[in-house]
Nanobody
Framework: QVQLVESGGGSVQAGGSLRLSCAAS????????LGWFRQAPGKGREGVAA????????FYPDSVKGRFTISRDNAKNTLYLQMNSLKPEDTAMYYC????????????????????WGQGTQVTVSS
């Protein structure tokens, strides 16, 4: 059974940094389309970073571009999200997700195409 487990969330002040990790079991991060999403109370799930493993191309929405970086460690089978210059509006539950690589370039930041999801880790940014 595939399991994705996020960690690294917490509370930080605006301007601070956090690094989220996502460890996988029964699934390899050496292929496919991998993403990080967030969901704030009362809002939909928003893609904040994705990577097409085959090419290592990464994708970000304008809201986090230049502040967030997605990466992975094949040896540890772990996906990361480095978040810098955090803002109060970044406060949300953060989820990692994985799927096959079909149409990754077009849909990597859309939650609907992802098959596997972690349980989430909370990030709270105070002003």
């Amino acid at each position: 059974q595939v399991q994705l487990v996020e960690s690294g969330g917490g509370s930080v002040q605006a301007g601070g940094s956090l690094r989220l990790s996502c460890a996988a079991s029964e699934y390899t991060f050496s292929s496919g389309c991998l993403g990080w999403f967030r969901q704030a109370p009362g809002k939909g799930r928003e893609g904040v970073a994705a990577i097409y493993v085959a090419s290592s191309d990464t994708f970000y929405p304008d809201s986090v571009k230049g502040r967030f970086t997605i990466s992975r460690d094949n040896a540890k089978n772990t996906l990361y999200l480095q978040m810098n210059s955090l803002k109060p509006e970044d406060t949300a539950m953060y989820y990692c997700a994985a799927r096959g690589d079909r149409f990754c370039y077009l849909t990597s930041l859309l939650a609907g195409g992802y098959r596997y999801w972690g349980q989430g880790t909370q990030v709270t940014v105070s002003s």
